[in-house]
């Protein structure tokens, strides 16, 4: 038993130190071609990134998958313009999916919602239908930090100054930043499937490794990690197998683009987003509003096996609750009832 112990703390040793030494050296490796040349075979890809093979021309879902009444709209911003989806009324709701999604995650919560909500569905920066930034050398293009200003800039169009926000995956951490960098914008926040990134970095196990391999595989510099993710969406879609969702997803991430911002969102979680959290914690920043955790219990979902999800959020807000639902981590998708009830319940209260 104490051999079985030892092992494992190295374990988790060398996991650490390799995860330290992978931040440290490759996630300051800029692609080719320097900064800001986000001029490669396709809208918004770096160079490097291969040519995506001609397929037949899909049209975006939205109108599909939303209810009658629910409308899309492309918003300028000063940094680009955002794909948004827009439907409902009554007290406006901020609606940020998660990777490699779109807004479409939200279509099957969307029905009831809309009853009570105005929800208002971004695409981020990077993803989707929206615009793709020029690369900066620190990553900080796709940092969560100008994809939470976004967002403000997304509701402030569309005449809100203050409002709730809910986030799955990636969006949730997008979520978590906007609350602390605009604390005066921001009622409510309800996050899925998520524990903060910081702790995630500073805890690395073996186990957190094996569950969530992609978050180091996508580290890796361009364009090695974007050409392996672009073959595996062409496949899937030469497959002719995709439909409804799945197709909608993969239509999105054929574009050098979108593949290239979800690594470089990912590169900036690891690197100049983690400095950010970092000047937080020192500052004892917390969360003030309402914050609901979401999260997938077992079998169906890593961060429930994983982690204490909800003692761990318990430390970063002042307001904290928390239910775990069985459906898998895209909780929206695969328990979209339970999910619409507790988003209901929790921005009711």
């Given at each position: 038993?104490?051999?079985?112990?030892?092992?494992?703390?190295?374990?988790?040793?060398?996991?650490?130190?390799?995860?330290?030494?992978?931040?440290?050296?490759?996630?300051?490796?800029?692609?080719?071609?320097?900064?800001?040349?986000?001029?490669?075979?396709?809208?918004?890809?770096?160079?490097?990134?291969?040519?995506?093979?001609?397929?037949?021309?899909?049209?975006?879902?939205?109108s599909k998958l939303f209810p009658a009444g629910f409308k899309n709209e492309r918003v300028?911003?000063?940094?680009?313009?955002?794909?948004?989806?827009?439907?409902?009324?009554?007290?406006?709701?901020?609606?940020?999916?998660?990777?490699?999604?779109?807004?479409?995650?939200?279509?099957?919560?969307?029905?009831?919602?809309?009853?009570?909500?105005?929800?208002?569905?971004?695409?981020?920066?990077?993803?989707?239908?929206?615009?793709?930034?020029?690369?900066?050398?620190?990553?900080?293009?796709?940092?969560?930090?100008?994809?939470?200003?976004?967002?403000?800039?997304?509701?402030?169009?569309?005449?809100?100054?203050?409002?709730?926000?809910?986030?799955?995956?990636?969006?949730?951490?997008?979520?978590?930043?906007?609350?602390?960098?605009?604390?005066?914008?921001?009622?409510?926040?309800?996050?899925?499937?998520?524990?903060?990134?910081?702790?995630?970095?500073?805890?690395?196990?073996?186990?957190?490794?094996?569950?969530?391999?992609?978050?180091?595989?996508?580290?890796?510099?361009?364009?090695?990690?974007?050409?392996?993710?672009?073959?595996?969406?062409?496949?899937?879609?030469?497959?002719?197998?995709?439909?409804?969702?799945?197709?909608?997803?993969?239509?999105?991430?054929?574009?050098?683009?979108?593949?290239?911002?979800?690594?470089?969102?990912?590169?900036?979680?690891?690197?100049?987003?983690?400095?950010?959290?970092?000047?937080?914690?020192?500052?004892?920043?917390?969360?003030?509003?309402?914050?609901?955790?979401?999260?997938?219990?077992?079998?169906?979902?890593?961060?429930?096996?994983?982690?204490?999800v909800l003692g761990i959020w318990k430390e970063e807000g002042t307001k904290v609750t928390?239910?775990?639902?069985?459906?898998?981590?895209?909780?929206?998708?695969?328990?979209?009832?339970?999910?619409?009830?507790?988003?209901?319940?929790?921005?009711?209260?």
């Open positions: 038993m104490a051999d079985q112990t030892r092992r494992r703390i190295l374990q988790g040793a060398a996991l650490a130190a390799g995860a330290s030494a992978l931040l440290s050296t490759e996630l300051g490796a800029q692609a080719p071609g320097g900064a800001g040349q986000a001029k490669g075979k396709g809208k918004g890809a770096a160079p490097g990134i291969m040519e995506i093979p001609q397929l037949p021309k899909r049209d975006p879902a939205w300028k911003t000063t940094a680009g313009e955002i794909n948004c989806v827009v439907g409902g009324s009554g007290p406006p709701v901020l609606f940020m999916h998660g990777a490699p999604q779109s807004l479409c995650t939200w279509h099957l919560v969307a029905p009831e919602i809309s009853k009570h909500y105005t929800m208002i569905m971004t695409d981020h920066r990077g993803y989707g239908d929206s615009f793709k930034p020029a690369d900066l050398p620190d990553h900080s293009s796709m940092s969560k930090r100008p994809m939470a200003q976004d967002g403000v800039d997304v509701m402030k169009h569309f005449g809100y100054d203050k409002f709730a926000v809910v986030g799955h995956d990636r969006g949730g951490r997008v979520a978590h930043r906007m609350v602390r960098d605009h604390a005066d914008k921001v009622t409510k926040i309800l996050v899925i499937d998520i524990v903060p990134a910081l702790y995630l970095y500073q805890h690395v196990t073996i186990d957190f490794v094996q569950a969530y391999f992609h978050w180091f595989n996508y580290l890796r510099p361009s364009p090695a990690p974007e050409n392996e993710l672009i073959q595996q969406y062409v496949q899937q879609a030469q497959s002719g197998t995709l439909t409804g969702l799945a197709d909608e997803f993969n239509r999105c991430m054929l574009n050098p683009g979108s593949v290239h911002g979800m690594c470089e969102d990912y590169r900036a979680s690891a690197s100049y987003d983690l400095k950010l959290d970092e000047e937080d914690k020192k500052k004892g920043v917390k969360v003030q509003v309402p914050l609901h955790v979401l999260w997938a219990a077992p079998p169906g979902g890593a961060m429930g096996r994983l982690y204490d928390g239910k775990a639902l069985q459906g898998g981590h895209s909780l929206q998708e695969g328990n979209p009832k339970e999910t619409q009830e507790e988003i209901l319940n929790f921005l009711k209260a």
